[in-house]
């Protein structure tokens, strides 16, 4: 008889936990929440989760979103509305609406599930699989589903694999030969390392995959538990790693590469050393994030704009872009382009000079500013002749200058500077 192969991706749903405000990023999350921040060049964060998802076959989708939400609803209902109803697909956006009391919105991780249980009911599925929306990554979930269905764990954990010296910020599980966890320990001072690499240990992504049924009856007692902060992290796992069978799945099982040699990609981007970085790394010559591969691709929301253009040549006038990336709508007009990543419709103008810059959509440059190891937020007008990345506690004065460098840049910074 033959044995056809299902994919579990295909009775899975995927809920994307997008709430958070991402308060390390500082500024660049006044109006926006972590997931809908720019990433990339054209895309967001949360299009990396939802991105995962859909190549992984799986075609049922919420994001829960609480913090500054309007944004980030906003690209989702622009940027993923081809799901069609008629064909049993879904992509459904649940913001804290106090739907099970007036006074109570979205208590942890945990509860963003529990208050929308009869929207996951109505999805008929099997699997549920628990996303964090704020990290840069390509994962292919069938490989993690898989595993989970056939070691016939109660919940099974995405786990990164970190040097055991920085694992005190992680939330790092102990596990035995098997790979199920035995102990799970947020940011412990000694952490455990791996069974079978002293140096190593596996570190929580905040992916886990449930059995739908089972984390329904799991939630719902949690939810009557006054002593619980209502967590994945913080309650649920711990407790089925005590009282059930919790297994670790390793990222680099399932990862998705260009090449064989190519390193696990995974990035939080939640700082602005670590955003700035994480951008600036993708003008490399073969950077380790390949968003150039159509068998992987990124979704997102893409505006109907005009190539980028670059005018003007002469000395010391020429529009140029070395080792960088540059979007749809710009126009690189006299301007001199050295290790930047500037996203859609950013306009420079001439004599000015950027290097190592991280560009938002819709800057604009003024004639002669210089601006280097810098992160331009969405929408600011940079005046004439503004020189910053030169002259650090000059910059401090105005900008948010970080400990190793990295310059911030909105527009409140440059009015309140036109001020002085």
């Not at 007036?102 to 945990?110: H, I, R, V």
């Not at 002293?198 to 929580?204: G, V, W």
């Not at 009557?224 to 990222?251: Q, W, Y």
């Not at 709508?329 to 290790?339: F, L, M, Q, Y």
Request: glycine residues 6%; hydrophobic residues 40%.
């Amino acid at each position: 008889m033959e044995i056809r192969y299902t994919r579990l991706a295909s009775r899975t749903m995927a809920f994307v936990l997008a709430g958070g405000r991402g308060s390390r990023l500082k500024e660049l999350t006044d109006t926006r929440a972590k997931p809908a921040v720019y990433f990339g060049g054209k895309t967001r964060i949360v299009d990396f989760a939802l991105s995962n998802a859909l190549n992984s076959g799986i075609r049922k989708m919420a994001v829960a979103t609480q913090y500054k939400a309007h944004s980030l609803i906003r690209h989702c209902q622009r940027g993923w509305s081809f799901f069609r109803a008629e064909r049993n697909e879904y992509l459904d956006i649940l913001p804290a609406s106090q739907r099970v009391a007036e006074n109570k919105w979205y208590l942890g991780t945990a509860d963003a599930v529990t208050q929308n249980i009869d929207i996951v009911d109505s999805y008929d599925v099997d699997y549920v699989l628990i996303l964090a929306g704020d990290h840069i990554y390509k994962m292919d979930y069938e490989v993690m589903l898989r595993q989970h269905a056939e070691s016939g764990a109660d919940v099974t954990v995405g786990c990164l694999t970190v040097p055991r010296e920085e694992a005190s910020a992680f939330g790092v599980m102990a596990v035995d030969g098997t790979g199920r966890i035995t102990d799970f320990l947020e940011k412990p001072a000694d952490p455990p390392t791996m069974p079978d690499d002293p140096t190593m240990c596996l570190a929580s992504m905040g992916i886990y995959v449930f059995d739908w049924k089972f984390l329904r009856d799991l939630l719902l007692r949690d939810a009557e538990d006054p002593h619980s902060t209502h967590d994945f992290g913080g309650d649920l796992i711990p407790d089925i790693v005590k009282n059930g069978k919790a297994m670790a799945h390793r990222f680099t099982d399932s990862c998705v590469k260009d090449r064989p040699d190519a390193p696990a990609y995974w990035r939080d981007v939640g700082t602005i050393d670590a955003f700035w970085k994480a951008n600036i790394d993708l003008t490399g010559f073969t950077p380790d994030l390949n968003l150039w591969d159509r068998s992987w691709p990124i979704w997102t929301y893409s505006e109907s704009v005009p190539p980028a253009k670059f005018v003007h040549d002469e000395e010391d006038r020429r529009g140029t872009a070395v080792s960088s990336m540059v979007s749809g709508g710009c126009i690189i007009s006299g301007t001199e382009v050295r290790n930047s990543l500037l996203f859609t419709m950013v306009h420079t103008n001439s004599y000015a000079v950027l290097d190592h810059a991280v560009v938002l959509p819709y800057v604009e440059v003024g004639r002669k500013a210089r601006l280097s190891n810098v992160v331009i937020d969405r929408g600011v007008v940079i005046p004439q002749g503004l020189v910053v990345g030169e002259d650090p506690e000059e910059d401090a004065k105005w900008f948010r200058v970080t400990d190793s460098g990295i310059t911030l840049i909105t527009q409140k910074m440059l009015d309140k500077r036109a001020r002085a």
